[in-house]
């Protein structure tokens, strides 16, 4: 029931699209879906979603295998940087792009921004299942005579499909409601469409029909994603789970492995840190008032962290449900979450304030209201991280306590919380970097008065001001690095766990 009920809340922007159509006329719906501007955005959407995807892919699987799998020197350090991109959002990316190279811009900009922003949401569950899996497997495949590729792909890449499946649908939705890289790269898409239709004409009709068009995108999205993550079960028991597996030796491969991995972390971290070094030190002469900063970045801090909470809070029992009780009706709950995700913050926004004028007025312009956004937002990442931690948390342990006399709550309490802690953590650290930097939504959702680090960055970088654009970015990036860093700690007990 809890369960339901979350899918209510997150739902509540795919009823208001669902509204609008049913309202507007089929001659109007005729006219404002099937032009030659849909289908530019659609075929736009569409190239990116797949680049974006596979790239991400193969990005996020091959470094996970190099850094858990192989004899790479520097394993620690590399579990840091390839994570670290997290802490920078995709349009401070395609600012420090663009201020330094104007031309990075269209279809191949656009690609090669978004993929080493959320390349690491792939890397993030396959290393995790890497260093979790069993090795007596592998090892049993090796006694009868096959090579390490064969291995590879016949063993543990199958292993690896909820993990990269739920990493590549994560990068997925993301690209579907990315609207501030997009826009400063002029790579128009649904969403970008949606947002100038919006501020340009305020045609909310011609809006809402161009945003059900991308919620069919959400939907082929989501059915590709469950029909490749299968219906395999991961999780097991025994002592064997806590050794390590044998690591491939690179031999002569090693410095072209290094080398790979470090034009990733350079052209991922190192070119966006660099690019807002070099814009803060050329906007030093640039009058910056630490008053309003630092209440941005108060504020940001506060919001973030309530919407970790709650947002980790409500996905829990929609990934319990999912996993401990599959079924059609739970796979239909814990996929109808992932909608508010392929949304744009604005039409989210939007359909919050309408419902909380019409319904309960005191909610508009507070933060309630904008956690709620968040959490409908961001639940996608919660639950891809609690329901992968949960799937590897055995469920013949749940059946031990409740035979002891433990009740269910106990039971979750003290066998299953304490088993699945590193995947809450890993939610809560995703959702809070989404949070801080999240713009849309927040610029219209945020108190009268309120400035969160984005909207202030977004303020100054809209009118090429990168000087006083660049400490806002940098605060940012400070803010979003603790929890990013989180997502990188003690890999070797959470693979014991």
């Known amino acids: 029931m809890l369960g339901i009920l979350v899918a209510l809340l997150v739902l509540l922007p795919l009823g208001f699209v669902a509204f609008s159509v049913a309202t507007t006329g089929w001659a109007d719906i005729h006219r404002l879906v099937l032009r030659p501007r849909t289908a530019e955005l659609l075929g736009n959407t569409a190239r990116l979603l797949g680049g974006g995807v596979l790239a991400s892919a193969v990005l996020g699987i091959g470094a996970a295998w190099l850094v858990e799998r192989t004899t790479v020197p520097g394993r620690a350090l590399w579990r840091v940087l390839l994570v670290a991109p997290l802490a920078v959002p995709a349009f401070v990316n395609s600012y420090a792009w663009v201020s ?79 609207f501030g890289a997009l826009q400063m790269l ?38 590709a994603e469950l029909r490749l993550r299968g219906r395999g079960r991961y999780a097991r028991v025994g002592s064997g789970s806590a050794r390590p597996a044998p690591r491939a030796r690179l031999r002569a491969l090693t410095l072209p492995a290094l080398a790979g991995l470090g034009l990733l972390t350079v052209l991922a971290l190192g070119v966006p840190l660099g690019s807002l070094g070099y814009w803060l030190l050329k906007g030093a002469s640039v009058h910056v008032e630490v008053g309003p900063l630092g209440a941005a970045a108060a504020t940001s801090l506060g919001l973030g962290a309530l919407a970790a909470l709650v947002t980790v ?43 909380s004028i019409r319904v309960v007025p005191d909610l508009y312009q507070t933060v309630p209201l904008v956690v709620a956004a968040y959490a409908i937002l961001f639940l996608p990442r919660a639950v891809v991280s609690v329901r992968a931690a949960l799937a590897q948390a055995p469920p013949v342990l749940d059946d031990v306590a409740h035979s002891l006399g433990l009740s269910p709550a106990a039971s979750l309490r003290r066998v299953t919380l304490p088993l699945i802690t590193p995947g809450l953590g890993a939610g809560a650290a995703l959702v809070f970097v989404a949070a801080v930097t999240e713009l849309t939504a927040t610029l219209l959702l945020a108190p009268t008065g309120t400035q969160t680090l984005a909207t202030q960055f977004w303020a100054y970088s809209d009118g090429l001001a990168y000087g006083s654009a660049a400490p806002y970015a940098a605060v940012m990036v400070l803010l979003s690095v603790p929890a990013t860093y989180l997502l990188t700690r003690d890999p070797e007990r959470t693979a014991v766990a």
Do not use: K
């Open 313 to 355: 809070g409500l996905a829990l029992p929609l990934a319990w449900l999912d996993v401990r009780r599959p079924g059609r009706l739970a796979t239909l709950v814990e996929r109808s979450t992932y909608f508010g995700n392929a949304l744009p913050g604005i039409v989210v926004a939007l359909a919050l304030v309408t419902v």
């Open 186 to 223: 002029r790579f128009p898409t649904f969403t970008v469409a949606i947002y100038e239709q919006y501020q340009s004409s305020f045609n909310g009709s011609a809006a809402t029909m161009l945003a059900a068009v991308l919620l069919l995108c959400c939907l082929l999205l989501l059915l």
């Open 100 to 178: 330094l190279l104007p031309g990075a811009t269209g279809y191949g900009g656009a690609l090669l921004i978004v993929t080493l922003s959320y390349f690491p949401l792939v890397y993030l569950p396959v290393a995790a299942t890497l260093r979790g899996l069993d090795p007596a497997l592998e090892e049993a495949a090796y006694t009868l005579g096959r090579g390490p590729l064969r291995v590879f792909a016949a063993v543990v890449l199958p292993q690896l499909r909820p993990a990269a499946a739920g990493g590549c649908l994560l990068v997925g939705l993301h690209l579907l409601a990315e």
